[in-house]
T-cell receptor, first 110, second 112 residues
């Protein structure tokens, strides 16, 4: 089983739609979780950290389910500018580097 | 403004030549990382360093070398031993392990 798994997509959704991505991780001792956004031919940028109680930032909501070892990202009222690849990122523990998923591609269509 | 700077943005080299990619940060971050990304693929870890004068191999270290003589700087050398060096190279830094990373804008290396 891969350390961090994501559906590669693409998810093609109309403007204004709600879309959700899930990501599973294999290490039950993982301590920190993040969602990054990467635009085409650009560097990844931190979208949001994911907290145990779930957290929201505007139209974006992140959830963590430790029992099932998955995290999710919900985007409400999708905008054309949300089109990007979304990377699920996990910190396993013990001073090791973050583990990046391969990303889920989102295209928001007018 | 604090940030992480990679240079150059684009680099062209002939096959068989070594090339060094620069990465400098003024965020006072302890840890620095190098990743490689191929078209349509995920990030693959090359090397990382958590303190000055110390670094560890990542998943694809063969054909690469690094140094960490200063906290601010973590240059990557792509040697002639790297069989397929053409890729997008990303440098990142974090205050400490487990914190989110800040990435540089990357260097696109093309070997002809």
């Amino acid at each position: 089983r891969k350390e961090v798994e994501q559906d590669p997509g693409p998810f093609n959704v109309p403007e204004g739609a709600t879309v959700a991505f899930n990501c599973t991780y294999s290490n039950s001792a993982s301590q920190s979780f993040f969602w990054y956004r990467q635009d085409c031919r650009k560097e990844p940028k931190l979208l949001m950290s994911v907290y145990s109680s779930g957290n929201e930032d505007g139209r974006f909501t992140a959830q963590l389910n430790r029992a099932s070892q998955y995290i999710s990202l919900l985007i409400r009222d999708s905008k054309l500018s949300d089109s990007a690849t979304y990377l699920c990122v996990v910190y396993p523990s013990g001073n090791t580097p973050l583990v990046f998923g391969k990303g889920t591609r989102l295209s928001v269509i007018a | 403004d604090g940030g992480i700077t990679q240079s150059p943005k684009y680099l062209f080299r002939k096959e068989g030549q070594n090339v060094t990619l620069s990465c400098e940060q003024n965020l006072n971050h302890d840890a620095m990382y190098w990743y490689r990304q191929d078209p349509g693929q995920g990030l693959r870890l090359i090397y990382y360093s958590q303190i000055v004068n110390d670094f560890q191999k990542g998943d694809i270290a063969e054909g690469y070398s690094v140094s960490r003589e200063k906290k601010e700087s973590f240059p990557l050398t792509v040697t002639s031993a790297q069989k397929n060096p053409t890729a997008f190279y990303l440098c990142a830094s974090s205050l400490r392990p487990g914190n989110g990373y800040t990435f540089g804008s990357g260097t696109r290396l093309t070997v002809v």
